[in-house]
Protein backbone atom coordinates (compact mmCIF):
# COMPACT_ATOMS: atom_id res chain seq x y z
CA UNK A 1 0.00 0.00 0.00
CA UNK A 2 1.57 3.47 -1.15
CA UNK A 3 0.72 6.03 1.79
CA UNK A 4 1.50 9.74 1.71
CA UNK A 5 1.11 12.49 4.43
CA UNK A 6 0.70 16.08 4.46
CA UNK A 7 -0.91 18.58 6.89
CA UNK A 8 -3.20 21.01 5.92
CA UNK A 9 -2.40 24.50 6.30
CA UNK A 10 -3.86 26.57 8.59
CA UNK A 11 -5.57 24.06 10.52
CA UNK A 12 -3.18 21.61 11.72
CA UNK A 13 -4.56 18.55 10.38
CA UNK A 14 -2.81 15.70 9.34
CA UNK A 15 -4.01 13.80 5.91
CA UNK A 16 -2.69 10.35 5.16
CA UNK A 17 -3.95 9.21 1.59
CA UNK A 18 -3.59 5.74 0.64
CA UNK A 19 -3.71 3.74 -2.34
CA UNK A 20 -4.18 -0.06 -2.09
CA UNK A 21 -2.60 -2.65 -4.36
CA UNK A 22 -5.59 -2.85 -6.23
CA UNK A 23 -5.82 0.87 -6.49
CA UNK A 24 -8.52 1.38 -4.01
CA UNK A 25 -7.86 5.19 -2.12
CA UNK A 26 -9.16 5.57 1.01
CA UNK A 27 -7.61 8.51 3.87
CA UNK A 28 -7.72 9.18 7.45
CA UNK A 29 -7.43 12.88 8.61
CA UNK A 30 -6.29 13.25 11.77
CA UNK A 31 -7.68 16.51 13.96
CA UNK A 32 -5.96 18.37 16.29
CA UNK A 33 -8.77 17.19 18.53
CA UNK A 34 -7.60 13.45 18.38
CA UNK A 35 -11.02 12.82 16.19
CA UNK A 36 -10.31 11.28 13.15
CA UNK A 37 -12.07 11.18 10.09
CA UNK A 38 -12.23 8.05 7.45
CA UNK A 39 -12.25 9.18 4.06
CA UNK A 40 -13.49 6.43 1.25
CA UNK A 41 -12.61 7.82 -2.27
CA UNK A 42 -14.81 6.82 -5.58
CA UNK A 43 -12.15 6.15 -8.45
CA UNK A 44 -14.07 8.41 -10.70
CA UNK A 45 -13.50 11.06 -8.38
CA UNK A 46 -10.24 10.68 -6.66
CA UNK A 47 -9.82 14.09 -4.62
CA UNK A 48 -13.60 14.07 -3.21
CA UNK A 49 -14.64 11.80 -0.22
CA UNK A 50 -17.49 9.58 -1.04
CA UNK A 51 -17.85 9.49 2.47
CA UNK A 52 -16.40 10.51 5.47
CA UNK A 53 -16.75 8.34 9.02
CA UNK A 54 -16.02 10.58 11.83
CA UNK A 55 -14.13 8.56 15.40
CA UNK A 56 -13.17 9.78 18.43
CA UNK A 57 -10.03 8.56 20.36
CA UNK A 58 -11.65 5.50 21.41
CA UNK A 59 -12.97 4.12 18.59
CA UNK A 60 -10.07 4.76 16.63
CA UNK A 61 -7.86 2.96 18.72
CA UNK A 62 -10.51 0.09 18.63
CA UNK A 63 -10.14 0.11 15.32
CA UNK A 64 -6.75 0.37 14.80
CA UNK A 65 -7.06 -2.56 17.24
CA UNK A 66 -9.28 -4.70 15.02
CA UNK A 67 -6.82 -4.04 12.03
CA UNK A 68 -4.10 -5.14 13.56
CA UNK A 69 -2.71 -8.79 12.56
CA UNK A 70 -2.44 -9.16 16.24
CA UNK A 71 -4.86 -7.74 18.88
CA UNK A 72 -3.22 -6.04 21.75
CA UNK A 73 -4.98 -8.71 24.19
CA UNK A 74 -3.29 -11.32 22.57
CA UNK A 75 0.12 -9.49 22.40
CA UNK A 76 -0.13 -9.28 25.99
CA UNK A 77 -1.08 -12.23 26.77
CA UNK A 78 1.94 -13.55 24.82
CA UNK A 79 3.99 -11.45 27.09
CA UNK A 80 2.64 -12.58 30.21
CA UNK A 81 3.58 -16.12 28.98
CA UNK A 82 7.20 -15.51 28.34
CA UNK A 83 7.72 -13.61 31.29
CA UNK A 84 6.39 -16.50 33.20
CA UNK A 85 9.12 -18.87 30.94
CA UNK A 86 11.84 -16.01 31.95
CA UNK A 87 11.42 -16.42 35.88
CA UNK A 88 10.71 -20.17 35.27
CA UNK A 89 14.66 -20.85 34.12
CA UNK A 90 15.73 -18.19 36.05
CA UNK A 91 15.07 -19.77 38.72
Request: charge should be negative; glycine fraction near 4%; charged fraction near 30%.
Amino acid sequence: MDVTRATLPGVATVVHQCVTRDGQRFGVLVEKSGRRRLLVYDSAEPDTPLQAITLDQREADQLADILHSRPVLDRLAHLERRFAEFVEAAR
